[in-house]
């Protein structure tokens, strides 16, 4: 990978970081060209791509949008929380519940290639908030 290409990833790592919601390739491509007016799409789908296989960056499939990994280092799937109040995403990691599901559908003879588990509802957060009576 070239220089430019590593400087991309981190920045686009850096942006996701910062962000208090998930985003959109496009969202972060929004922000990047304030400093590279000629960034195209393809670079930002390829930075992003290359930080996913490395377990830095989770694509949230049911919203099209991008978050950085907040666990340590792990190589299993995450579990993605989504507040559907205030957009924060929470992640967990949970070993078993993998090879759990894997064993499950396995039974029938499907081979999961990849994990996507993503939960949607009300984070900790909003779920405090209380509307007086």
Known sequence: MSERGRKYQSDILAILRRGSAPQSAYDVLGELRQSHPKLAPPTIYRALASLMERGLVHRLE?????????????????????????????????????????????????????HVIELHGVCASCGDVRVPA
Do not use: W, Y
């Not at 995403?89 to 519940?97: A, I, K, R, T």
């Open 62 to 114: 049911s919203l099209n949008a991008f978050v950085a990994c907040q666990c340590g280092e792990h190589q299993h799937s995450s579990i993605l929380s989504i507040c559907e109040d205030c957009g924060k995403v929470e992640e967990s990691v949970v070993p078993d519940l993998l090879s759990v599901l894997t064993n499950c559908v396995s039974a029938s003879g499907f081979r999961p290639r990849r």
